[in-house]
């Protein structure tokens, strides 16, 4: 009887443990090498330019530069300017993904876009070049007006944003739809910065 239920809590550690390590890579971030934590001595972190592979041009350095705010502001490692005085490199590719109309009138006219960023980041050591961390396909989208008509002037969306209500009436709708694709690009570097930064802080 002991050995069956020796047995029993080893077979139920083990199917805990795939569980666990399935929910895992299904977040889209695994571990890799041979340490999952951040190297205690680790204190100065170097974040790279990302490839840029879709075609925002320069949305790569958009999202470096909100990444490394992020450290800025909440720590815990110390944001080094050169390669050679970082403990551990931020690396990362931008993907390509489409903007795509999300609504339209009854004139088939766009009245809102769907648009969003994916990334791929790796957390690596400077000087045994090991990468400690990655995560694939990191993604988050936005909606953003392509009409006046589609404006909701109430919403904590349009209140986040930089355009106010007395804005909308004076743009014409390729203005606004301009001017908010902008803005959602801006909101997006900045909310998977602060994803990317948690999901980092997660593996520490």
């Known amino acids: 009887m002991r050995a069956n239920a020796k047995l029993r809590i080893a077979l139920k550690s083990l199917i805990l443990a795939v569980w666990i390590i399935q929910i895992a890579s299904g977040c889209g971030y695994q571990f890799v090498g041979n340490g999952a934590l951040l190297p205690k ?3 100065t972190v170097f974040v790279e330019s990302f490839v840029n592979r879709s075609r925002d041009v320069g949305i790569e350095k958009e999202f470096a530069t909100a990444l490394r705010g ?3 502001r909440r720590g815990p490692l110390q944001v080094v300017d050169q390669f050679d005085l970082a403990d551990v490199i931020i690396t990362g590719v931008v993907r390509p993904m489409e903007s795509s109309v999300a609504a339209v009138n009854g004139n088939d006219e766009a009245l809102g ?3 969003g960023m994916v990334i791929d980041v790796s957390l690596r050591q400077r ?3 090991e990468v400690i961390w990655r995560g694939d396909a990191i993604q988050i989208s936005d909606l953003y007006a392509g009409s006046r008509a589609a404006v909701v002037t109430t919403s904590s969306n349009f209140r986040t944003g930089t355009l106010n209500a007395a804005d909308v ?3 014409t709708d390729i203005q606004l739809t301009e001017f908010e694709r902008r803005d959602s690009r801006r909101q997006l570097t900045e909310q998977l910065a602060k994803e ?3 999901r980092l802080m997660e593996m520490f």
């Open 127 to 129: 000087e045994s070049n």
């Open 113 to 115: 876009y769907s648009s």
């Open 70 to 72: 992020e450290f800025y």
């Open 41 to 43: 001595d680790a204190r």
């Open 169 to 171: 009436g004076r743009l």
């Open 196 to 198: 990317v930064y948690l």
